[in-house]
């Protein structure tokens, strides 16, 4: 789940952490009720900073996604298969965006991205 | 804020004439419980910070507190709380693990029996070998082991990981990083892998030449360093609300700035005065330390 997080990338680390666990969470890979790892066990597996793994936590959190009983754990919440669906529909808009960028830095018109994505789409 | 360690206008000297190497009124903050990177060229004066915060050199003049005790005055009970993992660290060649884990044991009260042991089955290492008959990735594990298992307040790491190849190197980080989230203790750490660094680290601080050019929480730095693409460039630079570190002019009229302290709002300053902004790139933490050492010897 948390393959290539990527410190030299512009998005914070702790945010590309959140977002693969958002992802999950969506795709239904991380169920209700699962549980997230340890900080502890996180920051040592990803080798970063304990309080980059917290300040992810926190922001899953605070956008209902999971819930910290304290002692315990950190664990997803119930989440309607709506609101599912619906982080999915932003993730897949952040890919395109990201895809849209991209293309327009190497000079790739509209067009032809669309065309590229319908063939690719096909195969 | 509360600090681990703390100078203030820290001064020394080593060597004569023109072969003499200055620190220079260096003033060091690192926060209680920060994990802080210490980057810089070889020669840049990390090692030498290193041992006079440790009163392993006496500054010429200059103040310097750590652990809230002032040193060197107060060596010995500001190092019984301190692990320390030398650049090239001292070891009894003949001693094996076990007698090299006895000897440096003696020496710290606060020394985790349990931890040490648990440590040595997770690095793999062998209590009946010598040291002289270890790798250099046992080597440079046993050391961080034995830093550890004192549970100090706080850890002074030289380079703890250079030479090392990946896997030891996680393992030494995994270690490390375990115990920071379990104890809050503070890490001042030097490398020369600034990607390392930028993973682990919460704050950084960059040498050159015996000074300490930045001093800043790793978020800060790393948001606030950009290069500029810009089709026009103003003529009028007064009141940037960024600093210019340099400048390139490109052969089809635009230019290449580098900037620091740049926020999303800033476009403005250049619409105002009648330039484009075509581009604002990111740079990471290693492009970020290169154009800052490029600027800073440029305006020696």
């Not at chain 2, 961080?144 to 030891?168: I, K, N, W």
Request: proline share 4%; net charge negative.
């Amino acid at each position: 789940m948390f393959d290539n997080i990527d410190s030299r990338s512009p998005t914070p680390l702790y945010a590309q952490i959140s977002s693969r666990i958002r992802v999950a969470i969506a795709a239904g890979e991380l169920a209700k009720g699962a549980a997230l790892p340890s900080v502890r066990s996180l920051a040592s597996e990803l080798r970063v900073n304990p309080a980059t793994v917290v300040q992810a936590y926190r922001e899953l959190e605070s956008e209902g996604l999971v819930a910290t009983r304290h002692g315990a754990g950190t664990f997803v919440q119930d989440v309607g298969a709506e609101r599912r669906t619906r982080d999915r529909v932003a993730e897949s808009r952040r890919l395109v965006r990201d895809l849209i960028a991209k293309a327009a830095t190497l000079g790739i018109s509209t067009a032809e991205l669309r065309k590229a994505i319908d063939e690719e789409i096909k195969r | 804020m509360t600090y681990a360690v703390e100078t203030e206008k820290l001064n020394y000297t080593a060597g004569r004439g023109e072969k003499a190497f200055h620190v220079t009124d260096l003033s060091l903050h690192v926060p209680k419980g920060a994990v802080f990177g210490f980057l810089g060229a070889n020669g840049s004066g990390k090692t030498t910070t290193f041992r006079l915060l440790l009163a392993l050199l006496k500054p010429d003049s200059g103040r310097i507190t750590v652990l809230g005790e002032s040193m060197p005055e107060e060596y010995v009970s500001v190092l019984a709380k301190t692990g320390y993992v030398p650049e090239r660290p001292h070891v009894y060649p003949s001693l094996t693990v076990r007698e090299a884990i006895d000897l440096h044991r003696t020496f710290y009260p606060t020394w985790d029996q349990k931890w040490a042991d648990e440590l040595l089955g997770e690095f793999n290492l062998v209590l009946d070998r010598k040291q002289s008959a270890l790798s250099k990735g046992e080597a440079g594990k046993l050391q961080m082991l034995l830093a550890l298992s004192q549970r100090p307040e706080l850890l002074v790491l030289d380079e703890p990981t250079d030479g090392l190849d990946p896997v030891v190197r996680r393992d030494l980080l995994s270690a490390l990083l375990a115990y920071v989230n379990d104890t809050q203790a503070t890490v001042l750490i030097s490398s020369h892998l600034v990607h390392e660094l930028e993973r682990i680290c919460d704050w950084i601080g960059l040498m050159d030449h015996g000074n300490l050019l930045v001093e800043m929480p790793m978020q800060e730095f790393k948001n606030g360093i950009k290069r500029l693409r810009l089709a026009s460039a103003p003529a009028d630079l007064s009141n940037a609300p960024f600093t210019l570190l340099s400048r390139e002019e490109e052969s089809n009229g635009s230019q290449q700035w580098l900037v620091r302290g740049w926020t999303d709002g800033m476009h403005e300053f250049f619409t105002g005065r009648g330039a484009t902004v075509r581009e604002v790139v990111d740079l990471d933490l290693e492009e970020g330390f290169v154009e800052i050492l490029r600027s800073s010897r440029a305006n020696r």
